[in-house]
């Protein structure tokens, strides 16, 4: 089992730029690919960004692909989620999650170990 807690998240005007972390307890950390999603209000979590445990393959939904990149450093159990060219649209709470082994990295219940999530206001 392994507990995530992310941060970095604030108000940003468009067109802005933020940087999330997820940090991760626990020494099994490398051994999970690790993911992003949001939920913004009345609607759905979404899938937004996913990596391997080594940082080496990367997804993106469409709505964020060359505008989010998601990395991690193993060494500081921690997962990134640099986010530029904010729209209002991505306003939303932000999730980070472990994947579970052998399963699709863009569907919801692919994930487990959640965090709390932390807001993401992009005024316009």
């Known amino acids: 089992q392994v507990q995530l807690q992310e941060s970095g998240g604030g108000l940003v005007q468009a067109g802005g730029s933020l940087r999330l972390s997820c940090a991760a307890s626990g020494r099994t950390f490398i051994r999970y690919n690790m993911g992003w999603f949001r939920q913004a209000p009345g609607k759905e979590r979404e899938f937004v960004a996913a990596?391997?445990?080594?940082?080496?393959?990367?997804n993106y939904a469409d709505s964020v692909k060359g505008r989010f990149t998601i990395s991690r450093d193993n060494a500081k159990n921690t997962v990134y989620l640099q986010m530029n060219s904010l729209k209002p649209e991505d306003t939303a709470v932000y999730y980070c999650a472990t994947v579970t082994a052998g399963r699709n990295w863009y569907e919801r219940d692919s994930y487990d170990n959640w965090g709390q999530g932390t807001q993401v206001t992009v005024s316009s």
């Open positions: 990596l391997s445990w080594s940082g080496s393959i990367t």
